[in-house]
């Protein structure tokens, strides 16, 4: 127990027969259940773990027979803890990139009840850039931007972050068989997250990085996948959210901006096919292309203004 609350960690593992056992051994004392999902690995990791669970009770291991992919195995482990009855539900990596030093930095806001949702953020501190690898600092604070549009938590940041905690309401609440099953699962769930109000924190924490873990992400593949799921999930919020359970007129500003934004493309088109051709720019042409290009900023913007005031007492 934690602060009497009880507390179940789940770790997703896949091919983590190097990591998964510190991962296992540095877990806190007050962590009443670890629950580790092996996603098909193929590799050792069952046997590793299920040497460690005959001299520990607190750690249960449970075999996906298929590989779902990491959001699929926190989508289990979740659903573990929902059915029996916990108060929160932490996830942890089994690559050993979490540190349990920062767990009770993760915990206390959901425990004290003061947010339903917290995520741990490696680049609030000055050490992010020098410690994550540059390829994946850009990706994250790219999708991180993405993500604070499409989910309506405008103050979260490094969006890609398996540190978790989540609340036993928001665990009964989720349909957590609709989540997405692979690396968007931390974006796609913030935004659902967001449909129902929940609150979130975002908790700085060090960046864990060169300790034995292999990175099985490839970056230029997830930012297009992760970035389609959002576009998708965008789209879900604003039906969900501003139209079916409570209308907002902000509705018709991402209208506006959408419209206009291909009028832009359009008449952009039209005008360097125009000067291509026959060699000189139409001015009306330029001048509707400059007005409709300024009403889509305009109209997006204060879209995205109505969002955040919308959203700002979810932090």
Known sequence: ?????????????????????????????????????????????????????????????????????????????????RDND???????AGDGQMSPQDLPLILDPVVEERVDYSKGNRLFTGEAYKKIPKIRYFGNAFLSLLTKIVSGYWHVADSQSGYTAINKKALHTIDWDKMYKRFGQPNDLLVRLNVYNFKVADIPIEPVYNIGERSKINIFKVIFTISWLLFRMF????????IIRDFHPLIFFYTLGGIFSFITVFLSIRL????????????????????????????????????????????
């Not at 789209?235 to 501003?242: I, P």
């Not at 292309?289 to 900023?297: C, G, N």
């Open 1 to 81: 127990m934690y602060k009497n609350k009880s507390i179940c960690v789940v770790v997703p593992a896949y091919n983590e027969e190097t990591q998964i056992g510190k991962v296992i051994e540095t877990m806190p004392d007050y962590v009443d259940k670890t629950i580790i999902v092996n996603d098909r690995s193929k590799d050792s990791t069952s046997s590793v773990v299920e040497k460690l669970s005959e001299k520990n009770d607190k750690i249960q291991l449970i075999e996906h027979k298929t590989n779902q992919g990491v959001g699929g195995a926190i989508t289990t482990g979740y659903k573990w803890a």
């Open 86 to 92: 916990y108060d929160v539900a932490v996830v942890m």
């Open 235 to 242: 789209f879900w919020r604003m039906k969900e959210k501003y």
């Open 272 to 315: 360097f096919w125009v000067w291509y051709v026959f060699g000189y720019i139409p001015s009306i042409n330029a001048l509707a292309a400059m007005f409709a290009f300024v009403s889509a900023s305009l109209f997006t913007l204060f879209a995205m203004w109505f969002d955040m005031e919308a959203n700002k007492h979810l932090k």
